[in-house]
C-alpha cells in the first residue's frame, strides 16, 4: 500500500502537462459548489457531458480520488472549499483519464455518490460524512485494479474487445410488472433483481470500461422475446438475465451460473426454465414461434462459435464470485432451456444472485453490503472474461 501512494504523490506531484487531454467534458466551476452540511460535505460538480467516472479514497493523508474519462477539471482551481478540505488538486492521470484528488481533514466515507443529467446539466453529487479512522484506513486499503495502481500507460493492458470500444453488457432483471417472480416477507425478485441490476451497473460505469443497457428501468412487464432483442440492437457483448427464484426449500442455496441447453442439468433447472417460459405465457406472450424468427440453421451456426465463448464467460463468473468468498450453489454452473438465453450470436447467461426460497440467501439478496460484494465480484468476471476471449480472438485471427 505504501508503494502505491508513494508512486501516486510522484504523478500527482509533477506539474501536468497542460492537459494533454482531448478533454470531451469540462467542469464549470461557476455552476458547482463544494459545501459543507449539517456534520459532512456535499460536493456539486457541474461538467458540460456525461463521462465514465469512478471514486476511491486513500489514506495518509485521507484523499478522496475522483477518477473520469475526459473530464477537464482546470476549473478546480476556483472553486471555493469548506475547512473539511484541506486541498484540492487535479490532473491527467493515464491516457484518456484525469484525476481530481480532494484532500479531507480527516477521514470521511460516501453516503451518495451519482452522476445526474437533467434539462439543466450534468453533475456528479458526491455527499460524505465523517467516519472512524479504521473503517476508514480499510476502505483505502482495498487493493484496486492493477492497472490503476501502477500509472505507467505503458504496462496498461488491453482489456477492450472488438475494436476497442466499450464492453457493452446487457442487464437483465428478470421478471416486472404483472409478473413480479418469486416473493417473500413482501419483496419480489423483480424489484431486488431491479435494485441489485441498477447498483450492478453503477459499478460497471465508474469502472469506465463499460457501457450498459438494461432490459427495464422500472417495474415493468418485459416479454422475454423483448429482453434477447434488445440485447440485439444494443450489438451486446454479452447478456445477463438476474434472477432471485424460489425454489423447493432444501433443494436450491447460494448463487448459480446458467447456461442454455436443452437438456437441463437437473429437475430444478428444467422446472425453473419452465416456470420462466410460462411466467411470460401467462402475462399473454405466445414463444412457440419464437425460433422462427432467424432461420434455425443460422442460429446452430453462430451458436457453435458462441457456445465457447459462454462456458467461458461462466466460468469466469464462478471464478470470480467464489474468489470473492461468496456462498455459491454446490453445482454453482448448471444449464437449461432458458428461452432468455436463446439468442445465438450474443454470450448470455442467467445468474440466480440467490434464491428467495432459502431463508439465509433472502438474507444476503437484502443485504445491500453483499450486493456490493457481488456486483464487485461479477466486475472482475466480466473483465476477466473479456480480456481472455479478446486474446483469443486476437489469436485467432491472422
Ligand atoms: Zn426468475
Known sequence: MRALILSLLIVLAVPAPAQELSALARLDAAASSVTATGEGLALDLA?????????????APPRLILDAREIDWTGSAGLEVPPAITALRAGSFRPGWSRLVVELAGPHRL??????????????????????????????????????????????????????????????????GIDPGA?????????????????LKEVLLRDGRFSVVMTREEDVFVPLETRTSIARSAEADLFLSLHADALAEGEAQGATVYTLAEDATDAASAALAERHDRDDLLAGVDLSDQDDVVAQVLMDMARTETRPRTDRLAQAMVAAIKGADIRMH????????????????IPSIL???????SERDFARLTDPAWRARMAEALRQALLAWADEDAALRGAAQP
Open 111 to 176: 453516503t451518495a455518490a451519482e452522476m445526474v443529467t437533467d434539462p439543466s446539466g450534468t453533475a456528479i453529487r458526491l455527499a460524505l460524512v465523517p467516519t472512524d479512522p479504521a473503517s476508514f484506513a480499510a476502505e483505502a486499503a482495498r487493493p484496486d485494479l492493477p492497472e490503476w495502481a501502477a500509472p505507467d500507460p505503458a504496462e496498461l493492458p488491453v482489456l477492450l474487445p472488438q475494436g476497442g470500444g466499450p464492453i457493452t453488457v446487457v442487464l437483465d432483471p428478470g421478471h416486472g
Open 183 to 199: 416473493e417473500r416477507e413482501g419483496q419480489t425478485e423483480a424489484d431486488l433483481m431491479l435494485t441489485f441490476a441498477r447498483e
Open 330 to 345: 454446490r453445482n454453482p454452473l448448471q444449464s437449461g432451456g432458458f428461452s432468455v438465453l436463446k439468442s445465438p450470436d
Open 47 to 59: 461538467i458540460s457531458q456525461p463521462a465514465p467516472w469512478r471514486i476511491r479514497f486513500l489514506d
Open 351 to 357: 445468474l440466480e444472485v440467490g434464491f428467495l426460497s
